[in-house]
């Protein structure tokens, strides 16, 4: 298959360049604005690279006339430019691989559904947390739990901390209108697996809700769960800040910890295989997480009421 990517010099495009080397196709072209891309040495030397997207567009139009167009474009780029992305990779008749989260908006999915009947092509979501090995045996028992006692409420600790510095709130990260904000930009794939398990939402309460840190009640079909999202290095645990680390990711149900630290290394190689085979996850399967981030990115914030992660009143305290 011919593949190209937009995005290639992001922080993530080396998963895609590896995806796509370790499935035995071809990256053909690569556009990003910056020209950091070494990396691509390591993969695919003889792509062909633009900085002006206007060449890009020009290029592929080009290969798809000459009759050896592209199968798949890859999109790496930030968040507010999925949608645009995606539209372009549909026009020039490819199908699309996209990193999370798909768009912003959910109505931008309704667009891209009549966009994909109207090409016949398919758009597909990295969703890599549906692949890992923990998170598959966490589904399928609480699957069966479920079909024993399908009225359950399991007990839910979600607490994701990932330190990021200056820089973050410099970039296109820190501007809620491109990236969506702390639940969007590293939350997505957690509330996809999170809906994905337990059902879907009930209600949505947001304690706290500003530029590095989130915090909430969600109530699902089958669960209660209590989520804390940071890129605050301050609110890491002692414990964590004594062994130098700047990541802290644990989900607990009913008190037992889920421990799923290990094997994200070759999801992105995995999710290609997945697609080519027929079985990536398309375009609806993203929809309910979409509508979740966006209902969370304009909620009312209701500060420490009721039910809340013990996280968010570090949060709240440490400003007073």
Same mark, same amino acid.
């Given at each position: 298959?011919?593949f190209?990517?937009v995005?290639?010099?992001?922080y993530?495009?080396?998963?895609h360049?590896?995806?796509i080397?370790?499935?035995?196709?071809?990256?053909?072209?690569?556009?990003?604005?910056?020209d950091?891309v070494g990396?691509?040495?390591?993969?695919?030397?003889?792509?062909?690279?633009?900085t002006e997207?206007?060449?890009f567009?020009?290029?592929?139009d080009?290969?798809?006339?000459a009759?050896?167009?592209?199968?798949?474009?890859?999109?790496?780029?930030?968040?507010?430019?999925h949608d645009?992305h995606?539209?372009?990779?549909?026009?020039?008749?490819?199908n699309?691989i996209c990193?999370?989260?798909?768009?912003?908006?959910?109505?931008?999915i309704?667009?891209?559904?009549?966009?994909?009947q109207?090409t016949g092509?398919?758009?597909? @979501?990295? $969703? %890599?947390?549906r692949?890992?090995p923990?998170?598959?045996r966490?589904k399928n028992? +609480? #699957? @069966?739990i $479920? %079909?024993?006692?399908?009225?359950?409420?399991f007990?839910?600790?979600?607490?994701? +901390? #990932?330190?990021?510095g200056?820089?973050?709130?410099i970039?296109?990260k820190g501007?809620?209108?491109?990236?969506?904000g702390?639940?969007?930009?590293i939350?997505i794939?957690?509330?996809?697996?999170?809906?994905?398990?337990?059902g879907?939402?009930?209600?949505?309460?947001v304690?706290?809700?500003?530029?590095?840190?989130?915090?909430g009640?969600?109530?699902?079909?089958?669960?209660?769960?209590?989520?804390?999202?940071?890129?605050?290095n301050?609110n890491?645990?002692?414990e964590?800040?004594?062994?130098?680390?700047?990541?802290?990711?644990v989900?607990?149900?009913?008190?037992?910890?889920?421990?799923?630290?290990?094997g994200f290394t070759?999801l992105?190689?995995?999710?290609?295989?997945?697609?080519?085979r027929?079985?990536?996850?398309?375009?609806?399967?993203?929809?309910?997480?979409?509508e979740l981030?966006h209902?969370?990115r304009?909620?009312?914030?209701?500060?420490l009421?009721g039910?809340?992660?013990?996280?968010?009143?570090?949060?709240?305290?440490?400003?007073q």
């Amino acid at each position: 298959m011919n593949f190209g990517i937009v995005g290639v010099a992001g922080y993530i495009a080396p998963r895609h360049l590896q995806a796509i080397k370790e499935t035995k196709n071809n990256l053909i072209c690569a556009f990003d604005p910056n020209d950091c891309v070494g990396i691509m040495d390591s993969y695919f030397p003889n792509a062909d690279f633009f900085t002006e997207f206007e060449r890009f567009d020009r290029h592929v139009d080009k290969l798809r006339r000459a009759g050896n167009g592209l199968d798949y474009i890859s999109i790496c780029s930030p968040n507010y430019l999925h949608d645009s992305h995606i539209r372009f990779g549909l026009r020039s008749g490819t199908n699309v691989i996209c990193e999370k989260p798909l768009v912003l908006n959910p109505w931008n999915i309704d667009a891209l559904e009549i966009m994909q009947q109207e090409t016949g092509k398919k758009v597909y @979501n990295v $969703l %890599q947390l549906r692949l890992h090995p923990s998170i598959v045996r966490l589904k399928n028992t +609480i #699957t @069966n739990i $479920l %079909q024993k006692q399908p009225d359950k409420v399991f007990e839910v600790d979600l607490t994701y +901390i #990932t330190s990021r510095g200056k820089w973050y709130f410099i970039s296109w990260k820190g501007d809620i209108a491109k990236s969506g904000g702390i639940a969007t930009n590293i939350g997505i794939h957690f509330f996809d697996m999170l809906l994905w398990i337990f059902g879907g939402v009930k209600e949505n309460i947001v304690n706290i809700l500003n530029a590095n840190s989130a915090g909430g009640i969600l109530s699902l079909n089958n669960a209660r769960v209590r989520w804390f999202l940071s890129v605050d290095n301050t609110n890491l645990p002692k414990e964590i800040l004594e062994q130098n680390q700047r990541t802290f990711r644990v989900i607990c149900i009913d008190g037992k910890e889920i421990e799923f630290s290990e094997g994200f290394t070759d999801l992105h190689t995995q999710s290609y295989e997945e697609i080519l085979r027929g079985n990536g996850f398309e375009l609806g399967v993203a929809r309910d997480s979409i509508e979740l981030v966006h209902k969370i990115r304009n909620a009312e914030v209701v500060g420490l009421k009721g039910e809340y992660h013990p996280f968010c009143k570090k949060v709240l305290t440490s400003k007073q």
